[in-house]
């Protein structure tokens, strides 16, 4: 069994950053396509930031540019860099992880993933 812990979470004000972090129990940690997905209150969970066992990452159009996904093998941990924070990034973060690389085109799709955090609250105020 795979446990997934998320930190990092936060408030901070629009145009602020702060730094998500997901550790990951499993030692098949560097084998597996990690993803961030965030989720608010009656909205569909949205993917955010994926990247696979190869490096490849993907972005949710809406925070290319500002958010930046890496990972660290040997810590198993993946991170999640958020910068230039708006209002309508608020919602719980998700980390999820999944062994194996999913094709890309869907790296950003939760069905691809099997294992899942508990989340991390990310406010940001304007």
């Known amino acids: 069994q795979v446990h997934l812990v998320e930190s990092g979470g936060g408030s901070v004000q629009s145009g602020g950053s702060l730094r998500l972090s997901c550790v990951a129990s499993?030692?098949?940690?560097?084998?597996?396509?990690m993803a961030w997905f965030r989720q608010t209150l009656g909205s569909e969970r949205e993917g955010v930031a994926a990247i696979d066992t190869g490096g490849r990452t993907d972005y949710a159009d809406s925070v290319k540019g500002r958010f930046t996904i890496s990972r660290d093998n040997p810590k198993n941990t993946l991170y999640l860099q958020m910068d230039n924070l708006k209002p309508e990034d608020t919602a719980m973060y998700y980390c999820a992880s999944t062994v194996g690389t999913p094709a890309y085109r869907w790296l950003l799709r939760d069905y691809e993933y099997t294992y899942w955090g508990q989340g991390t609250q990310v406010t940001v105020s304007s």
């Open positions: 499993e030692y098949t940690y560097n084998r597996a396509s």
